[in-house]
């Protein structure tokens, strides 16, 4: 999966504020998160893609906290390293085999990669494998995103479905799927145009 680095970039000042908002609303479900679990916890996000997003979830998060990141994606692994710099940990590695121990993450972070997998039920299996506790997932809200693309005349051809995205859900799809796979839902947050979900892997 190719990152789409355009969305950080070269989003112009809707864009950017569309996203300022994205984040915004991570941090809401972040701050669920009783502060003692995160202290001094394991932290990975996973498709971290050339590490924009990484960059800013740092920001959020306790500095006692070990934060990772990987991305099955050889290009942006090296990316990724690059920006956010060689102390920090990043490595390749795909969703559906994390190189992690079993119960070994406190808090996985899953943000706009399920929507570009074949079998997102797999990779959601192996997120309940190495988590201990939570999972924040963050896809693409449809059709609210097709939609937008149209109206930016973009993937016109496709009706708006932006290359790569092979999953659609609306939010309440969303929870649907994730609560049959075995999640206990925490949060939700709606930012224009994704949803974002903490869910708590059942013991």
Not at 58 to 78: G, H, T, Y
Not at 82 to 107: C, H, M, P, W
């Amino acid at each position: 999966m190719k990152e789409f680095t355009g969305k950080y970039t070269d989003s112009g000042k809707i864009g950017n504020m569309l996203l300022d908002n994205y984040f915004r609303s991570l941090n809401i479900l972040i701050n669920k998160i009783p502060k003692e679990e995160l202290k001094n916890g394991k932290i990975l996000e996973v498709g971290c893609g050339s590490g924009y997003s990484t960059e800013r979830i740092k920001e959020m998060l306790p500095k006692s906290a070990d934060f990772a990141a990987s991305d099955v994606e050889k290009e942006n692994v090296k990316n990724a390293r690059e920006k956010l710099g060689n102390s920090f940990v990043v490595t390749e590695e795909s969703a559906y085999d994390l190189q992690r121990k079993d119960k070994s993450i406190d808090l996985i972070l899953l943000l706009e990669v399920m929507e570009h997998l074949e079998y997102p039920d797999k990779a959601l299996e192996e997120m309940k494998r190495v988590g201990r506790n939570y999972v924040i997932i963050g896809v693409p809200r449809e059709p609210i995103w097709r939609i937008l693309n149209m109206v930016r005349l973009k993937y016109l051809r496709d009706f708006g479905n932006t290359p790569g995205h092979v999953q659609h859900w609306g939010r309440r799809s969303l929870l649907k799927f994730l609560k049959s796979n075995g999640f206990e839902i925490v949060g939700v947050e709606n930012p224009l145009p994704w949803t974002i979900v903490l869910v708590k892997i059942s013991k």
